[in-house]
């Protein structure tokens, strides 16, 4: 008899894997509220659609592969990764990008590896980043709050008809990168994509994924140290490289923690206990680099913002911090790590 070959995680009991991401799941629905309200129904059509392409693509490639498909598919990681990349997108987003995202998160960033527990990449950032250099204006096209009828915007996704002009704006980020001439008030009184202290609207919806992390640190299904190091590092360098609120302000601390992805980032993707590190204090150091490349390249890089660049490249370097961060095995007065003369 055949028996199917089990990977990590092994979890059983309260704790097993499709319980973790029902949790998770459950963690989104605040920052999924906030996105709804802001924006209308458009972060609920590209949830339902990429759920749909994601358990499509993570289905279709299981029987390939010759895999159980209700054995996997009940484990929920691909739905996780659906509504990670989902909340991701642009409201509206095209159908066929969200197909194109879900299927590189889920074929190359997770099925290639071997599936689940062996995906050295994040799925979701995967899917990601390969629409946003493959489709950068697409992956731009945020709309105006409150801005896009539910009727207009499904006839977007669908390639009906075009919305009308205007009806996108640049972020806070965007506007804030490209600025050279205006100081900080200025800007937010011409721009209305500034809110108080960061975009307009992404301050609740940073707020709301906040509320959902601290949810899943209640449950104890993520740590404190990946997302402390992530907001700490991004807090200490946006201070550190603060100009003040002249025409070449970089932008407050408080602005970087409260605009883009800052805190659904910390909370949901740097906490991926398969491609982050493994040790907690590999863990503040995995977040800790992922901080400091998101203020890099938001603020001398190419991209406003950069969490998924960030993670990924940290992804990399990963193996590297498990080496050097391994705890101290017991019995022993320290860990025994670092490279030796031979190996």
Not at 92 to 118: D, M, N
Not at 139 to 154: E, F, I, K, N, Q
Not at 217 to 238: Q, Y
Not at 267 to 288: H, K
Request: proline letters at 6%.
């Amino acid at each position: 008899m055949a028996l199917p070959r089990i990977t990590s995680p092994h979890a059983t009991g309260s704790n097993r894997t499709q319980q973790v991401m029902l949790q998770v799941l459950l963690a989104t629905v605040p920052g999924i509220l906030a996105l709804t309200w802001l924006f209308g129904i458009g972060t609920l059509f590209n949830l339902v659609w990429a759920s749909l392409c994601a358990l499509g693509f993570e289905a279709a490639l299981l029987a390939a592969r010759k895999r159980p498909l209700a054995f996997f598919l009940k484990d929920y990681s691909a739905l996780v990764t659906a509504v990670l990349l989902a909340l991701a997108l642009p409201p509206y987003s095209p159908w066929w990008l969200t197909l194109i995202a879900c299927g590189f998160a889920i074929g190359f960033g997770k099925q290639l590896y071997g599936g689940l527990g062996q995906n050295p990449f994040n799925p979701a950032m995967v899917g990601y980043v390969v629409v946003l250099i493959s489709f950068p204006v697409d992956m731009t096209s945020w709309p105006a709050p409150h801005g896009v009828a539910a009727l207009d915007g499904l006839k977007h996704i669908l390639g009906i008809a075009s919305l009308p002009d205007g009806w996108a704006q640049a972020t806070a980020l965007d506007a804030l990168k490209v600025n050279k001439s205006l100081t900080i008030e200025e800007l937010r009184a011409a721009n209305p994509a500034f809110g108080h202290f960061g975009g307009a609207g992404s301050e609740a919806v940073n707020l709301a994924f906040l509320a959902g992390g601290l949810y899943l640190l209640h449950k104890r299904l993520i740590t404190w140290h990946a997302p402390l190091g992530m907001l700490a590092a991004l807090f200490v360098m946006s201070l550190l490289f603060w100009n003040g609120s002249g025409s070449d302000s970089n932008g407050s601390p408080l602005f970087h923690l409260l605009t883009g992805a800052s805190m659904l980032g910390a909370f949901f993707i740097v906490t991926d206990p398969v491609s982050g590190a493994t040790s907690n204090r590999g863990r503040l150091v995995f977040g800790i680099g992922v901080g400091v490349l998101v203020y890099v390249i938001r603020t001398w890089g190419g991209y406003p913002d950069a969490v998924a660049f960030a993670v990924l490249l940290m992804n990399l370097a990963a193996p590297t911090i498990d080496y050097y961060t391994r705890p101290r095995s017991y019995g022993h007065r320290k860990p025994n790590s670092g490279f030796k003369l031979g190996e």
